[in-house]
């Protein structure tokens, strides 16, 4: 499977700023910051659909 590196590291960072800002509302002192579930599993969904992405070949 021939992958494009633009797309696939576009998609580590996703997944990885997703569980990052997750895991910094869960980790912090304050008991007022509630981490948003749904926009973490959107973005991790967002990642891995773009390291499984087929790219576009060149028109030749």
């Known amino acids: 499977m ?18 990052g800002s ?6 912090d002192n304050d008991p007022a910051t509630v981490p ?5 599993i959107a973005a991790i969904m967002a990642g891995v ?3 499984l992405a087929k790219d ?3 028109a030749n």
Do not use: E, M, Y
Request: hydrophobic share 55%; glycine share 12%; aromatic share 6%.
């Open 2 to 19: 021939k992958q494009n590196w633009k797309t696939t590291s576009a998609g580590i960072a996703a997944i990885l700023v997703a569980i």
């Open 22 to 27: 997750a895991l910094k509302a869960f980790t």
């Open 49 to 51: 659909g773009l390291i």
């Open 36 to 40: 948003d579930i749904g926009a973490c």
């Open 56 to 58: 576009a070949g060149k």
